[in-house]
């Protein structure tokens, strides 16, 4: 993989694309998500991946950041909060004071579930310094499951969510030829002072921390795959020589969806 932009389609989307193209299929509804970059590095910046199983249904064998889509319950309002509300986050992401709760509660509580970091503490200037333990664990899992709500587990830890922990950094909408799609917003983090990820399983069969420009020469080797929206952003991070610059940079949240199209007779994906 050499570039976000061109890149060719398999048999089967192509033919989807040619569908949709003609108006035979319609894309199916996209549904919002979250994804946080977890950073870390004093001086070269790395980024936390996990390469999703080869069975599951979405982005099969890609190395990600940690991320899923909103649960219904992530807009309970019961969510005890700290740092930018919801309708801040709105304001940022042109979306309903609503949406932007469930998009900072999936963001937290997906990455709590998919790396063990939490991006939330008993007031509104700590965080958590530890979250090893079974009783972690069995919380984790629980949330997996959703036998445990989101609101309920900070509630019941005495915990507020840290949305000021969180940085806001794009907008990527799943391609109308895919069979799944996601409206989902990026946030970047860093990962808190004492926390630490683990290989904590589940959709993931494999977790590493690399650095952004790594990540990118692995994947032209062959060595990894990257979705265009996890190349991109390694790109625009492997930018920066630290986490304080990453942090600095202004970003005006534009959405991107990429599109087929068809260049001398062979459909390819682009996003320009």
Not at 26 to 36: G, K, L, M, Y
Not at 87 to 96: I, L, P, Q, Y
């Given at each position: 993989?050499?570039?976000?932009?061109?890149?060719?389609?398999?048999?089967?989307?192509?033919?989807?694309?040619?569908?949709?193209?003609?108006?035979?299929?319609?894309?199916?509804?996209?549904?919002?998500?979250?994804?946080?970059?977890?950073?870390?590095?004093?001086?070269?910046?790395?980024?936390?991946?996990?390469?999703?199983?080869?069975?599951?249904?979405?982005?099969?064998?890609?190395?990600?950041?940690?991320?899923?889509?909103?649960?219904?319950?992530?807009?309970?309002?019961?969510?005890?909060w700290a740092g930018p509300s919801p309708a801040e986050w709105g304001t940022?992401?042109?979306?309903?004071?609503?949406?932007?709760?469930?998009?900072?509660?999936?963001?937290?509580?997906?990455?709590?579930?998919?790396?063990?970091v939490l991006l939330a503490g008993p007031g509104p200037e700590s965080v958590?310094?530890?979250?090893?333990?079974?009783?972690?664990?069995?919380?984790?899992?629980?949330?997996?499951?959703?036998?445990?709500?989101?609101?309920?587990?900070?509630?019941?830890?005495?915990?507020?969510?840290?949305?000021?922990?969180?940085?806001?950094?794009?907008?990527?909408?799943?391609?109308?030829?895919?069979?799944?799609?996601?409206?989902?917003?990026?946030?970047?983090?860093?990962?808190?002072?004492?926390?630490?990820?683990?290989?904590?399983?589940?959709?993931?069969?494999?977790?590493?921390?690399?650095?952004?420009?790594?990540?990118?020469?692995?994947?032209?080797?062959?060595?990894?795959?990257?979705?265009?929206?996890?190349?991109?952003?390694?790109?625009?991070?492997?930018?920066?020589?630290?986490?304080?610059?990453?942090?600095?940079?202004?970003?005006?949240?534009?959405?991107?969806?990429?599109?087929?199209?068809?260049?001398?007779?062979?459909?390819?994906?682009?996003?320009?």
């Amino acid at each position: 993989m050499t570039d976000v932009t061109g890149l060719p389609l398999p048999v089967e989307l192509a033919a989807r694309a040619r569908d949709l193209l003609a108006g035979r299929v319609e894309p199916v509804p996209t549904r919002d998500a979250a994804t946080v970059v977890i950073l870390r590095g004093s001086t070269t910046p790395e980024v936390y991946l996990l390469r999703r199983k080869a069975t599951m249904a979405f982005a099969a064998g890609a190395y990600v950041f940690p991320g899923g889509s909103v649960d219904a319950r992530d807009t309970d309002q019961a969510v005890a909060w700290a740092g930018p509300s919801p309708a801040e986050w709105g304001t940022v992401f042109n979306a309903s004071e609503q949406v932007a709760r469930g998009l900072v509660c999936a963001a937290v509580r997906e990455t709590f579930e998919e790396s063990g970091v939490l991006l939330a503490g008993p007031g509104p200037e700590s965080v958590v310094a530890d979250t090893t333990g079974d009783d972690w664990e069995s919380d984790r899992l629980a949330l997996i499951d959703r036998s445990l709500g989101f609101a309920d587990f900070l509630a019941r830890r005495g915990l507020v969510l840290r949305s000021d922990l969180l940085k806001p950094w794009a907008h990527w909408i799943t391609p109308e030829i895919e069979h799944r799609r996601f409206d989902t917003r990026f946030f970047v983090a860093v990962l808190p002072e004492g926390q630490r990820t683990r290989d904590v399983g589940g959709e993931a069969d494999q977790v590493a921390w690399k650095r952004p420009a790594e990540a990118i020469e692995l994947a032209h080797q062959g060595e990894i795959f990257l979705m265009p929206p996890t190349y991109h952003t390694l790109s625009e991070l492997a930018a920066h020589d630290s986490v304080a610059g990453i942090l600095a940079e202004h970003r005006e949240i534009v959405p991107i969806m990429p599109r087929a199209v068809e260049i001398q007779g062979e459909m390819r994906l682009v996003t320009r």
